[in-house]
């Protein structure tokens, strides 16, 4: 259990001491760590996030086939004792810890928590399941690492919102996460690394799924690689989420060699700039 004074010696030492069972994991490197924070710290987080406006300007509400009834929330919207935890989750001390966990040096966090921050899911609610984009294009970075904290007290199995990891080579879950207080599920991002939630909420009223998600990245992106959003494969109504035109793309960027794929970027780079100087001659 860490508290928000843990030092970065305890916190590298964990990071070590888990790293092997982290890469062992299947079906693809992930951790699931119970007690994770000082309970006493996530319980002040639970009352402000139970107390957020989500009828704010600042309450993001996500409704779609892929995503249904979910609120997001950046942590200073809800309140410091909030703010106070991410901050900790962001740190570099923290990170430190990430880093030993996964063998993945360079970790950086997202200021603008694109994507992530606090989740709550109303009644009904579901995530497909889904491979996370891998470019945070307002910083360059490739995505890494997923972190989530569940804020449940007296969850039900029969509530759902199970957390599912699945195996991508068979197409079927691997694994179902409960979704219960100060249960932190960690993982890399890569497009093997299929999760969601994607059995409808069946709560009773006035219980809502709620989370801390934060995602990290490195300073490694390839130019050359393909960028992708969110790619959702599973669906109730549909095998695959998959657009034709994203299959035959990336089939085609496949085939091409990636000097040319560097080259046809960097030609559409320089034409844009041309469009935009005649339009401010």
Known sequence: MFSLATKSDELAAAGEQQHDTYRSNVPFPHIVLDDFVDPTTLKAVLAEVDAVDRNARYAKFVDRKTDHNKFAFKPE???PQTTQLVNFLNSGPFIGYLEKLTGIDGLLADPSYFGGGVHWI???G???IHADFNHL???NLERRINLLLYLNTDW???YNGHLELWDRATMSKAKAVAPLFDRCVIFSTTKESLHGH???LSA???RARRSIALYYYTNTWDPTDQSHTTI??????NPVRLRPSRIVRGLLLDLIPPIFRKSARAIKRAIKGEKLAELWD
Do not use: M, Q, T
């Open 77 to 79: 919207a809800v309140g």
């Open 122 to 124: 109303e009644n009904g």
């Open 126 to 128: 579901f995530l497909e």
């Open 137 to 139: 294009k307002k910083y």
């Open 156 to 158: 039900d199995d029969s």
């Open 198 to 200: 994607p059995v409808p």
């Open 204 to 206: 009773p009223p006035g």
């Open 232 to 237: 959702y494969h599973i669906s109730r109504n």
